[in-house]
């Protein structure tokens, strides 16, 4: 009990992974497995073999720009420039095509050199036998393998590689094609080799360009130290090194010369805004000086000053003139009336000899005044006093008149001259706003301008005192390992893609295979395991395999067989044994020939009974079998059983044949006929064994297994497939069979196969076994 239940717990714990399916796919497909294996692991030998090796030289580089004048004035108008962005500028630096160019012209990198092998190609850096200069007018034979072959009298020969037309040329002499001119000439330090064969390109500017910048590297090291480290991979190990040490030796004058070219073209950029502020200063003076000449001064402010003083004092004179006016006019309109009197505050504004005159003229219209009491107008006395104030009057009018025409003509030039000022005075803030304004940017150009000048001194010297610390932390090595291929890791990758593919590959075997291959499936069906037979392990004979193999494990499972049929209780009223299948191959006559023949060897009468008329069984152990009567002619009464029945060479042991194949097999099987002859059989053999026909063919199986006492239903491992063991269960639900019970035929020999058949036989345990064993 404790072994069995150890079995079943061991069944459950491997229930997930059909072991015994899996030992089965590693056997019937190792040839695969180790083919799938020796691919990849050739692969990698063929990548290793026919891969170039890629060598990489390295440099490590401390970058350090000291400048011995700084950028003053301007700096204070930028952002202060991080680390990471100076070696980040640098790198790029070294990376831009420009520098690159130089790096390519100072190599001598315009003509490659190759000998030309049978998959490979290697390039002959420094090590050609030949020499290529060349005059290129037309850019078609860039980048296009040219074959060189060296002929007798210092001649060679040259084919290019899209033209089949052969050109031939002489050594050290000019050869001309149309659009190029070449002088190859030889390599003293290297021969010709008669067994390889030479081939040259010229390179464009672009394909070098393209091949520096997929096999250079520049990184950096340290930010904090401004180290940075170039590599360069190449197939060549000299010709990496060498790359590698252009490009430190360009990147000092490079560098310079760029630091430089900045400076040149910012005092190129100073020295043109000077000559504009220059210009533009000029002007200003220009318009200064015409400003003096034309406004006599250059101080409007006290300009102003003055011209309200001006202004107020010819207001004042404008006031004397006219109070003068005012007065005239009085005096004047006075002087025709007697009673004339210039008063105190009149005589000063006229002058004394006026005053005098019209004092005079003011006594004598008094003394008129007297007369007229004595006298009367005709009297001599009256009418010369009157002459005399006429004429003084006359005299005074005449005098007033010329004085009263001299004040209109200065009230009239105070006026003028009070609107020219006036005029003036509206104007001047203009100017003065104006004139301010362009003072105002006169200086701001002149501070400009000063600034300018300083800075140009500035780049100047900084121009002539650039002094880049430049230095080389290691030099560039010479690789002496390739960095590719890695063949470890590739011959590994091989190693583990075999392994892996092949578990993908079993994997998709073990998913797709869907055929019964082990004991453990067939004992989930409703009917009984009545026990395994395992895979034949030697063929031919004439089929009675336990007569031929006694001790074989097939036998021996026959034997088992024949044992656990007793469990059945197989008794005398129990002696017909049916063995059907789903389809055909799956071993049922096999299993029935022999079940047969080991019920007769223990000393049973047995008849086999070939039920399968539609497609007659040719037995070779029963010789003497006439196939022209069988089954099918008894059951049609044409003969007896007896006469179709043939004997074997094992005693107790015979056959019925099933004779012509009739047009209507299952019919015959409906008819009394079939239970009689079975009646009748039973009467003379211990057992009957009913080789039927594929249940899933055809439905004579089904009729012939209702007859039988128990039913030996067959699956064959790595055959039969898993939708029969459906087929079976539907075939006893729908007949209600209890009879029935399963053998799984060809098990492959393993530890579970028939619980240990082979016992006394000696075989020699596989490979695959052992380790799939191992792994269960």
């Known amino acids: 009990m404790n072994d069995q239940a150890n079995f079943h717990t061991q069944r459950q714990a491997f229930e997930g992974i059909d072991f015994n399916k899996l030992r089965n796919i590693l056997r019937q497909n190792w040839a695969w497995i180790i083919l799938i294996i020796f691919l990849t692991n050739l692969g990698a030998y063929l990548v290793v073999r026919y891969t170039k090796d890629l060598y990489q030289s390295e440099s490590e580089i401390k970058l350090d720009i000291k400048q011995d004048a700084s950028e003053l004035g301007l700096r204070d108008f930028m952002p202060d420039r991080q680390q990471a962005n100076v070696i980040a500028g640098e790198i790029e630096t070294i990376q831009s095509n420009l520098f690159l160019s130089k790096v390519i012209d100072s190599l001598n990198l315009h003509v490659s050199y190759f000998s030309m092998g049978q998959f490979l190609n290697t390039e002959l850096y420094h090590a050609s036998p030949f020499v290529v200069q060349y005059s290129l007018k037309s850019p078609t034979y860039y980048d296009q393998p040219v074959f060189i072959e060296p002929l007798p009298d210092n001649a060679y020969e040259l084919q290019i590689e899209k033209q089949s037309k052969q050109v031939t040329g002489t050594f050290d002499e000019p050869l001309q094609l149309d659009g190029l001119t070449l002088i190859i000439s030889k390599n003293k330090d290297s021969q010709f080799q008669p067994e390889n064969t030479y081939s040259f390109i010229i390179n464009s500017r672009e394909a070098l360009l393209n091949y520096f910048s997929k096999n250079l590297l520049v990184e950096p090291i340290k930010y904090e130290a401004n180290t940075i480290r170039v590599s360069f991979k190449d197939s060549n190990p000299n010709k990496a090194r060498d790359v590698v040490n252009g490009i430190d030796s360009l990147y000092l004058i490079f560098s310079n010369e760029q630091k430089n070219q900045a400076n040149k073209q910012k005092i190129t950029w100073l020295s043109n805004e000077l000559n504009t502020i220059e210009k533009q200063m000029e002007e200003y003076e220009t318009y200064f000086e015409n400003f003096t000449l034309t406004n006599k001064t250059s101080d409007l402010e006290t300009d102003l000053r003055k011209t309200i003083e001006q202004i107020n004092k010819i207001d004042s004179q404008r006031f004397e003139v006219s109070k003068r006016l005012n007065a005239l006019n009085e005096v004047t309109d006075k002087l025709e009336s007697s009673d004339f009197i210039i008063t105190v505050v009149q005589q000063p504004f006229f002058p004394a000899f006026l005053n005098t005159n019209l004092e005079k003229l003011q006594e004598l219209y008094l003394e008129m005044d007297k007369i007229k009491l004595s006298y009367n107008e005709k009297t001599f006395a009256f009418r010369q006093k009157q002459s005399e104030i006429d004429m003084l009057r006359n005299k005074t009018v005449g005098h007033l008149t010329e004085i009263k025409s001299n004040l209109l003509k200065r009230q009239q030039e105070l006026n003028q001259a009070k609107a020219t000022l006036e005029n003036n005075f509206a104007s001047m803030p203009d100017k003065n706003t104006q004139f301010t304004k362009k003072q105002r940017f006169y200086k701001l ?183 022209n009567k069988g089954v099918s002619t008894v059951l049609i009464r044409k003969n007896s059983w007896e006469e179709c029945v043939v004997s074997s060479s094992l005693e107790g042991f015979d056959f019925l044949p099933a004779g012509p194949h009739p047009p209507n097999p299952s019919e015959l099987l409906l008819n009394g006929e079939f239970s009689q002859l079975l009646a009748d059989l039973k009467k003379r053999y211990d057992y009957i064994v009913l080789d039927t026909p594929p249940v899933g063919i055809v439905t004579d199986g089904i009729m012939a297994m209702k007859h039988a006492d128990i039913t030996l239903y067959i699956f064959r491992a790595n055959y039969s497939k898993r939708n029969f063991m459906d087929t079976l269960n539907r075939i006893i639900r729908i007949n209600k069979f209890e009879n029935i019970t399963t053998i799984l035929n060809a098990l492959p020999a393993t530890s579970e196969t028939a619980y240990g058949y082979g016992y006394y036989e000696d075989r020699k345990k596989s490979l695959i076994d052992s380790i799939v064993k191992r792994g269960a």
């Open 445 to 627: 150009y002149e501070e400009f301008y000063l600034t300018l000048m300083q800075n140009k001194s500035q780049f100047e010297i900084a121009q002539a005192g650039s002094t880049p610390d430049f230095k080389i932390l290691s030099t560039a090595n010479l690789p002496t390992e390739p960095i590719s291929p890695n063949k470890p890791i590739i011959f590994g990758i091989g190693i583990v893609a075999g392994f892996v593919l092949s578990i993908f590959f079993v994997g998709i075997l073990y998913l797709a295979n869907n055929k019964i291959n082990s004991i453990y499936e067939v004992e989930k069906l409703q009917a009984p395991l009545l026990g395994a037979i395992p895979v034949l392990r030697h063929s031919g004979g004439d089929g009675l395999y336990i007569f031929e193999q006694p001790k074989s494990m097939v036998s021996e499972a026959m034997r088992t067989l024949r044992t656990n049929l007793d469990f059945f209780n197989i008794n005398s009223s129990k002696k017909i044994i049916a063995i059907s299948s789903t389809v055909s191959g799956e071993g049922k006559s096999f299993v029935a020939l022999n079940l047969g023949g080991v019920m007769a060897l223990s000393k049973k009468k047995v008849l086999l009974v070939d039920l399968d008329m539609r497609k007659p069984k040719s037995v070779k152990y029963f010789e003497g079998a006439d196939r």
